[in-house]
């Protein structure tokens, strides 16, 4: 589901930003850049991440702002004796002198580079509480999109149960129709006269059996029902519960459509994948 959430907090001389973004996704995907003065915390980071977000694709950004203090560096002070030992016997040999050797020497790399400094335990409780708090408003972000979204799926199935309701009305005349064609088609083969009226009625009522759709609905009509009961469900991690769901009411719906042989039912069979299919796009959304 997507999400952003925004926060930052100063813990002794630096201040911490945290900026979290979220987007869909099946599993847990984090996407996690830190400065180095807390890259040992990093595991302990992705754990809040993960507990918090359950799954989606994440980016966190954590960045630092030191306030007014001097940066700590460390000066390779070996290796600038070895440069400009170096660059003295170019110097020599090329009958020049060594003004301004050592600026260009302080500029070379690895000669200074910052300190291997990390945040201390007061400083990494600090960052904690920011991190909470940008998770804070990232959750609340997506819950505000997840109310829009229950009102969607809401729609949708509700739609299917009303188009259910059309096909249960036409179940009737379809059968009667049916029988009266089958009834018909084989007077005109075989014969009125040389038919067995049981037999034929038999048959009839086997085949009429065979095509019959009622079981797939009252399981439509259950799936439905059951769907709306796990939407009001305020458990974590309903998404795949009811993506599961409208693969079973797929299969009723795709059943109906291959029995029904009946134009009208196929109809309504076809706007009711229709509207499956724009409440599985939305299921990709739900945690």
């Avoid at 990494?124 to 804070?136: C, M, R, S, T």
């Avoid at 991690?237 to 795709?254: C, P, T, V």
């Amino acid at each position: 589901m997507t999400g952003f959430g925004r926060a930052e907090g100063t813990v002794k001389d630096n201040t911490y930003i945290v900026e979290i973004r979220t987007l869909n996704g099946k599993q847990l995907d984090v996407n996690l850049k830190l400065p180095a003065l807390v890259k040992p915390y990093e595991f302990d980071i992705r754990t809040m991440l993960q507990e918090s977000l359950i799954r989606g694709y994440v980016e966190c950004f954590i960045s630092v702002r030191q306030n007014g203090s001097i940066k700590p560096v460390v000066i390779n002070t070996g290796l600038i004796k070895s440069y400009f030992a170096q660059m003295k016997e170019v110097a020599a040999e090329l009958d020049t002198d060594t003004n301004g050797v050592l600026a260009a020497i302080l500029r070379l790399p690895e000669v200074v580079s910052p300190s291997n400094e990390v945040a201390d335990d007061e400083e990494w409780n600090g960052l904690k509480q920011v991190i909470a708090e940008a998770l804070k408003a990232t959750n609340d972000h997506r819950e505000d999109e997840g109310k829009a979204l229950q009102k969607e799926l809401e729609t949708r199935v509700l739609n299917i149960q009303k188009l259910e309701t059309e096909v249960a009305r036409l179940e009737p005349l379809r059968r009667e129709r049916i029988r009266e064609e089958l009834q018909k088609h084989i007077e005109e083969n075989s014969g009125k006269e040389s038919l067995d009226p049981n037999r034929l009625e038999q048959e009839i009522i086997y085949y009429i059996e065979k095509i019959d759709i009622r079981e797939e609905q009252v399981r439509l009509r259950n799936h439905c029902k059951y769907f709306f009961e796990i939407l009001k469900n305020e458990e974590i991690s309903n998404g795949k519960k009811l993506a599961f769901l409208l693969q079973e009411m797929g299969r009723e719906i795709n059943t109906t459509g291959s029995k029904a042989y009946d134009a009208d039912i196929q109809k309504y069979v076809v706007l009711m994948k229709d509207e499956l299919e724009k409440a599985k796009e939305q299921t990709f959304n739900v945690l």
